[in-house]
């Protein structure tokens, strides 16, 4: 079992020994900063590995015990394993022992071993009841079954025999999942001579590798990893578990604010977050609303929390909770918080974070409340439909992987066989679409209620609307996610026969047009009128006053030049209009010419070969142009290869010789 991307943390009250007990253990004095060596106490986090064999080294985090700095020990326990929850024989358990505790539950620590320190102090008789207080202490924690080793660092007494247990329990200790993005929160940042910013951090999730890209976030700021190192020793990549420190380029202290990380993917912050709040015994009841200061991961916030299925917390009890935050902060599904007084002396609570991008509850509605509650039970089919139902477009299953940091394939079967009847899923090559019914239902009234009123505008018009324009339906949030749902929406429209299409273009099913007699008179004039003008673009002044001596409006003229492009009967070229048996007459006689005429063909002599004049020879060229059948090269025309090979293929005599 691999083991080496564990991280050990310390916990305890204030002067039990914690950080001389890791310099015992590993040989390492984690205070390093000045103000911490005056006071004799760790300030900020300290950092050390231990290795216990030549497969196994642990990271470890010293945890300062003092209650000043609770929001050190939540950024420091976001990454731990397993802890040792250190108690001086001379003192017992203490406030903060006990504080500790109830964070490191909240946190989702599992694992530990009771560290008895400073047994060198106490006699035997005492020693031994300050053991049965523990034990007391512990019975309903998640340490109630962890050993409890009797150590002293003055003497080393006991030293061996924590290293033992601390060796059997890595060992049952399964590898962190590494699936999903990476995630660290970064919780120092230094310069050093020669490398420049260095920042560390213990890795949530996921997996990096040096030459990944690694965005600073909030800001989505792209840096470059110069160096990354993983207990000292350079490495090609971290993952969850290790303490990592990266040498990055293009990150200057300037950018940093605390509680940002470092991701491998762009993650959206969020300023409003629902919760799963429990409140610690002999903690302060709750009210409906309330001030407190929120620590996730290095984030320390002032923030307001609306409780949301009841009025009121009281002490040991939990709820449901939206968070308002005064600033973005980037989180996830199930994510760690502590929240304290807003005086900062006293520990609430914490809880997890159950929605990073809720939906407001102000109102509190009954409805709205009920889904929260069964996103908080964790059934993934519940969090998967509620990503999807708070989604104004539709949601990918690569998304929603991202959003909830884990496998792709891990949402298949969930998504295939258990969610709610009001999700429905669309299946690509690549992907899985996933929409609300009531979504669905509405962007196919907006393709059928669109394509309505076109018609309407355009009654002559055969054609409807082009794929590209039936996209404007998402606004513009137009991408690949997009353009499959469309297919499908079309796909299913046309299967129930609402929609059919003609040629490139979508129209409505019964669409049909109808021509009275009378504008049937007026198309034919018309078609005739353009022809007659034979080698003469026609504008469309032109067009207006010839409707006039046909008693028509501009509009009926408007309509008949609608359906005559429609049925391409006639060109609308540059504002200029033209009958299509001239055009197809002069694509004959210029390709007749450029396939005999190696040097080209300038305007002047395409203009006296058409017998027209000057404005309609270049209208026609340039169409050609656009076409690909002709590459204007300075003052001459000339057949691209393109054409010439195509050309070639349906008639062997023409020679590729341009």
């Given at each position: 079992m691999e083991t080496e991307h564990?991280?050990?943390?310390?916990?305890?009250?204030?002067?039990?020994?914690?950080?001389?007990?890791?310099?015992?253990?590993?040989?390492?004095?984690?205070?390093?900063h000045k103000q911490e060596k005056e006071r004799g106490i760790t300030i900020n986090l300290g950092f050390s590995h231990l290795d216990l064999t030549e497969d196994i080294s642990v990271g470890i985090i010293d945890v300062p015990g003092h209650a000043d700095f609770i929001k050190t020990m939540v950024a420091g326990a976001s990454g731990i394993d397993f802890v040792l929850l250190v108690i001086a024989a001379d003192e017992g358990i203490m406030p903060q022992t006990k504080e500790h505790l109830e964070i490191m539950e909240t946190l989702g620590i599992t694992k530990g071993i009771v560290v008895l320190n400073k047994v060198d102090l106490v006699d035997a008789e005492f020693l031994e009841l300050v053991e049965e207080e523990i034990t007391d202490f512990l019975k309903d924690s998640?340490?109630?079954?962890?050993p409890i080793v009797k150590v002293s660092t003055v003497t080393n007494e006991g030293i061996g025999e924590l290293l033992a247990e601390i060796t059997k329990t890595v060992q049952t200790i399964p590898l962190r999942k590494a699936e999903g993005l990476f995630r660290m929160y970064i919780d120092r940042i230094f310069t050093q001579k020669g490398f420049g910013t260095i920042v560390n951090g213990s890795?949530?999730?996921?997996?990096?590798?040096?030459?990944?890209?690694?965005?600073?976030?909030?800001?989505?700021?792209e840096l470059r990893i110069r160096r990354l190192e993983h207990h000292g020793n350079e490495v090609s990549q971290v993952r969850a578990g290790d303490r990592a420190s990266f040498n990055l380029v293009g990150f200057k202290q300037k950018y940093f604010k605390h509680g940002m990380i470092l991701s491998n993917k762009k993650i959206k912050p969020t300023n409003l977050i629902d919760v799963k709040l429990n409140l610690y015994r002999d903690s302060s009841e709750l009210g409906l609303w309330n001030q407190v200061i929120f620590l996730l991961g290095t984030n320390r916030l002032m923030v307001r929390i609306h409780l949301l299925d009841t009025d009121t917390l009281q002490s040991g009890e939990n709820c449901l909770a939206q968070?308002?935050?005064?600033?973005a902060i980037i989180t996830q599904l199930n994510d760690k918080f502590i929240i304290r007084n807003s005086s900062g002396n006293l520990t609430l609570g914490g809880g997890k974070v159950v929605d990073p991008y809720p939906l407001h509850h102000r109102r509190r509605r009954t409805k709205q409340v009920e889904i929260v509650k069964k996103i908080a039970e964790g059934d993934l089919e519940e969090i998967i439909a509620a990503e999807v139902r708070k989604s104004a477009l539709p949601v990918s299953q690569q998304n929603l992987a991202e959003k909830l940091n884990m496998a792709p394939d891990d949402l298949i079967e969930t998504i295939f066989q258990k969610l709610p009847n009001d999700i429905i899923f669309y299946q690509s090559a690549n992907d899985i679409i996933l929409l609300h019914k009531r979504m669905n239902t509405a962007y196919q009234n907006k393709i059928l209620n669109g394509l309505r009123e076109y018609h309407l505008k355009n009654p002559l018009k055969n054609s409807g609307r082009t794929f590209k324009e039936l996209m404007g339906i998402f606004g513009e949030d137009q991408n690949e996610i997009t353009q499959v749902t469309l297919n499908q929406l079309l796909s299913d429209l046309n299967k129930n026969n609402k929609l059919k299409k003609i040629g490139n273009t979508w129209i409505l099913h019964d669409h049909e047009v109808k021509i009275k007699d009378d504008l049937k008179l007026l198309i034919k004039h018309t078609e005739e009128f353009i022809k007659m003008?034979?080698?003469?673009?026609?504008?469309?002044?032109?067009?207006?006053n010839f409707g006039?001596?046909?008693?028509?409006?501009?509009?009926?003229?408007?309509?008949?030049?609608?359906?005559?492009?429609?049925?391409?009967?006639?060109?609308?070229?540059?504002q200029k209009y033209l009958h299509s048996s001239f055009i197809e007459k002069a694509k004959k006689i210029l390709i007749k010419f450029l396939t005999e005429n190696d040097a080209g063909i300038k305007v002047s002599e395409f203009r006296d070969l058409m017998e027209t004049n000057r404005t309609t020879a270049l209208i026609l060229l340039e169409s050609f142009d656009n076409e690909?059948?002709?590459?204007?090269?300075?003052?001459?025309?000339?057949?691209?290869?393109k054409f010439l090979k195509q050309l070639s293929s349906v008639h062997p005599e023409v020679h590729l010789n341009n």
């Open positions: 564990l991280i050990m943390g310390t916990a305890g009250h204030v002067d039990h020994g914690k950080t001389s007990l890791v310099k015992a253990l590993s040989g390492y004095d984690c205070d390093t998640f340490l109630k079954d962890a890795v949530i999730s996921g997996i990096l590798s040096q030459t990944d890209p690694v965005y600073l976030l909030p800001g989505e700021k968070v308002y935050l005064p600033q003008k034979g080698n003469n673009a026609v504008d469309i002044k032109e067009i207006y006039k001596s046909e008693t028509a409006t501009d509009k009926d003229m408007d309509r008949v030049l609608v359906y005559l492009i429609d049925n391409r009967s006639i060109y609308l070229l540059q690909n059948i002709t590459l204007r090269k300075g003052n001459f025309r000339y057949l691209t290869k």
